[in-house]
């Protein structure tokens, strides 16, 4: 993971997480419209329109981008202390029940901490990431209710093999010869939903324990996997599933591939909105719409 060179006082705050002086800061009264991102990695982590003040003179937010911001109990064992999901750069401290916004939020958060990108350089631009955990009928459903997320579109990657006639089909996949599994492409504003908060939405809803098998699915086209496109994209899977491992989320180990991305392909058009399609037959009724359900009491944070 690529991280910015830090001023001394930049480090006091984000490394040594130090408190700047209040009113100090150049975000504090600051009002343009756009975005804050992590100052030691880039990653975005608050929007203009959830920024308030708050009279208390430091930047405050009543919402972040999802999957974005950490929260763990402070040193002082009193407070909440709010750390960069992706890099652990201190931010400040939140604070529920102050009852200054209709959220009921605030992210007390160091000028320091964060850089400002204007609403002009952070255009939407929609970013991917291809993700595999069984049946991609229940994949697609699932990731469909999630806020951010644009489009989702079933297919097949992370193999090698595909025949004569160089086609990719779900009979052939099936078969489990082609070392392809049933995968999804997710299309989202990364500046509504993070990379790690889809990883979070991937963890929950389905079991990453298993090898080649997903309740009564059975075969490698059925494997947990993570099929990256950048370096970064790695590491951040890389992080999350050792800390998940280490906090024993699971009862067993992961064991979720992770594999660069080679060649995806679109599934066929009668697999694409699946369980829209068709909510009443016997597998939709049977595993999609009680998983579903489940799932929603889960991220209820990360819903539309």
């Known amino acids: 993971m690529k991280l910015n060179k830090l001023t001394r006082e930049e480090q006091r705050v984000i490394i040594e ?49 999802l999957g974005a911001v950490k929260s763990s109990v402070d040193a002082d064992g009193r407070r909440t202390e709010i750390t ?34 204007s609403k002009v350089e952070t255009a939407k631009k929609h970013s991917f990431a291809y993700f595999g955990s069984g049946c991609f009928w229940c994949s697609e459903a699932t990731f469909k209710m999630i806020r951010g997320v644009i489009s989702v579109v079933p297919g097949y990657a992370g193999g090698t093999e595909m025949g004569d006639d160089k086609v990719v089909t779900y009979k052939k996949v099936s078969t ?25 939405v991937f963890f929950a809803a389905h079991d990453p324990t298993t090898l080649n098998r997903q309740g009564n699915d059975t075969g490698t086209q059925y494997r947990s996997i993570i099929l990256y496109s950048t370096e970064l994209e790695k590491e951040i899977s890389e992080k999350m599933i050792n800390s998940l ?19 995806f392909y679109e599934a066929e ?36």
Not at 84 to 106: Q, S
Not at 179 to 196: F, K, L
Not at 278 to 297: D, E, F, G, H, S
């Open 17 to 65: 997480k130090g408190t700047e002086a209040p009113h100090s800061g150049e975000y504090d009264s600051f009002l343009q419209e756009g975005m804050y991102v992590c100052r030691r990695c880039g990653a975005f982590l608050y929007r203009s329109e959830d920024k308030f003040d708050a009279h208390c003179g430091w930047p405050s937010f009543d919402d972040t981008v």
């Open 84 to 117: 960069c999901e992706r890099c652990d750069a201190h931010l400040g401290h939140v604070f529920i029940g102050e009852k200054m916004t209709p959220k009921n939020t605030r992210h007390c958060v160091n000028s320091l901490s964060m850089r400002f990108v």
């Open 245 to 263: 491992d280490q906090e024993k989320v699971f009862e067993d180990k992961i064991v979720t591939e992770i594999k660069q991305l080679g060649e």
């Open 176 to 200: 489990g010869k082609t070392g392809h599994a049933e995968v999804i492409r997710i299309e989202y504003d990364s500046s509504t939903i993070s990379y790690e908060g889809l990883l979070n």
């Open 269 to 304: 058009a009668y697999h694409h909105d699946y369980f829209d399609k068709n909510p009443n037959t016997a597998y939709c009724q049977a595993i999609i719409a009680p998983k579903l359900v489940k799932l929603r009491n889960n991220v209820k944070k990360y819903l539309k």
